[in-house]
């Protein structure tokens, strides 16, 4: 079975610009989590996604927005890019969502994007 | 508050050399789960272990081994017999409803 994939594995953009990131979560899993890896703020939870739904939310700003399309698949966008988006957005799956770890969670390889 | 501390920033062994890396967790809930991943330089986070609360007997997976005690509120795991192979960052995690609250990570490194 293969893992959760994710394009592009690297970007880099300019200040102002947007990026979007796309996520392929494992078959059969339909929540779709994605998460913000900096040196200084470590793992952050920026949003989670269910049946095309965002249950949740981090504590992001509204530049940072997200979706879950019928067949599982996950994008997020970033707009007006900041110098500090520069970091590695990593997607992660689960068969439903986490509920608390009653479900596993399984990450992908990471979208590393350099914001210059 | 939920929360997870993992207090080595860094280990160095040698190959061989057993090394547990230590992870403590605050939670007000009283049925939990927690998590280990390990993150080599590639990037992605390997998924390790997920232990209920309810079930404090170690677990071992061939050289890795968790000591699951709530009496202290730790989650610790153990390597035996390093290998070169085993360098990376191990991030203990714990679920808040449907997020991962992660600690800040243990780097691991593995020498000849």
């Known amino acids: 079975k293969a893992g959760v994939t994710q394009t592009p ?5 300019t200040r102002g610009q947007q990026v979007t990131l796309s ?26 996604y269910f049946s095309e739904t965002q249950r949740n939310k981090g504590n992001f700003p509204g530049r940072f927005s997200g979706r879950q399309f019928s067949n599982s698949r996950s994008e997020m966008n970033v707009s007006t890019l900041e110098l500090g988006d520069s970091a ?23 979208t590393r994007l350099t914001v210059l | 508050a939920q929360k997870v501390t993992q207090a080595q920033t860094e280990i160095s062994v040698v190959e061989k050399e057993d090394v547990t890396l230590d ?11 927690l ?12 998924f390790l272990i997920r232990r209920n609360s309810f079930d404090e007997q170690n677990e071992i997976s061939g050289r890795y081994s968790w000591n699951f005690q709530k009496s202290t509120s ?39």
């Open chain 2, 23 to 33: 992870c403590v967790y605050e939670t007000r809930d009283t049925t939990y789960y």
């Open chain 2, 74 to 112: 730790s989650f610790n795991f153990t390597i035996t017999a390093s290998q070169v192979v085993d360098s990376a960052v191990y991030f203990c995690a714990l679920p808040r409803k449907d997020k991962l609250i992660f600690g800040t990570g243990t780097r691991l490194q593995v020498f000849p």
């Open chain 1, 23 to 48: 996520c392929s979560p494992i078959s059969g899993h339909r929540s779709v989590s994605w998460y913000q890896q900096t040196p200084g703020q470590g793992l952050q939870f920026l949003f989670e």
């Open chain 1, 9 to 13: 594995r690297y970007l880099i953009k």
């Open chain 2, 35 to 46: 998590f280990w991943y390990k993150q080599p330089p590639s990037g992605e986070l390997v």
């Open chain 1, 88 to 110: 590695l957005y990593l997607c992660a799956s689960s068969l439903e969502p986490l509920a608390g770890g009653w479900n596993e969670q399984f990450f992908g390889p990471g």
